[in-house]
């Protein structure tokens, strides 16, 4: 399951060859979980298939799925920032989700120098997948929507919105574009949705 949670869409055959398992046994495996509603299933996309033959199908965690790895870390996590909310107030718990996404825009700078063919949402999507929120970027009508398909703080978020409140200045920042949530995994969703507006694509230069 922790597997499962911090990839997101993987087949039977990736987490056999992760496990030293046949793909039978992780088959059944991940039975077991399906039926305890812990994951879901998808036949694997076209752009991601290699070959002829049957589509491989993927497998991602429920948000009960989630829930059942991080209820013990996340009820730590609460009791960590209430007690900050206690010592410091309002404006503690603020600085405390303001410093944690000032990592994400130090390393946004970072990729964007190091990769300029970027656009600054790849670049973006890029960073927080590496911290475990296997984001995307699709194309839309007006825009793009940023699509973060894992939350690792799914309980924080929902007990405090000031961490995608924070989230969500720092994407407009780093964006340069005023962006919108449509939808957060916080409030039940089953993805973090972000619409980007036209411009948001680097200016060749």
């Not at 992760?18 to 039975?31: D, M, S, V, W, Y």
């Not at 909310?85 to 718990?93: C, H, L, M, N, P």
């Not at 120098?113 to 194309?139: H, I, K």
Request: hydrophobic share 40%; net charge neutral; charged share 20%.
């Amino acid at each position: 399951m922790t597997y499962v949670i911090e990839h997101g869409w993987t087949t039977p055959s990736r987490l056999a060859q992760e496990f030293g398992l046949t793909a039978a046994a992780i088959r059944r495996h991940l039975g077991y979980l399906r039926n305890a509603g812990l994951v879901t299933v998808r036949p694997q996309p076209m752009v991601a298939r290699s070959g002829a033959g049957r589509p491989a199908q993927q497998y991602a965690a429920t948000a009960r799925g989630r829930d059942s790895v991080a209820h013990a870390y996340d009820a730590l996590a609460i009791d960590a920032v209430e007690t900050l909310r206690r010592i410091g107030g309002e404006a503690a718990v603020v600085s405390f989700f303001e410093a944690r996404f000032a990592a994400v825009e130090a390393r946004f700078a970072e990729r964007m120098a190091s990769r300029p063919e970027l656009t600054e949402a790849e670049a973006l999507s890029q960073v927080l997948t590496e911290d475990g929120f296997m984001a995307g970027v699709l194309p839309i009508g007006q825009g793009e929507q940023l699509c973060q398909h894992n939350c690792p703080y799914p309980a924080v978020a929902q007990r405090f919105p000031e961490f995608c409140a924070a989230e969500t200045a720092v994407f407009s920042r780093l964006l340069q574009s005023h962006v919108q949530r449509l939808a957060t995994i916080a409030h039940g969703d089953g993805v973090c949705t972000t619409n980007i507006p036209f411009p948001v694509t680097k200016e060749n230069t």
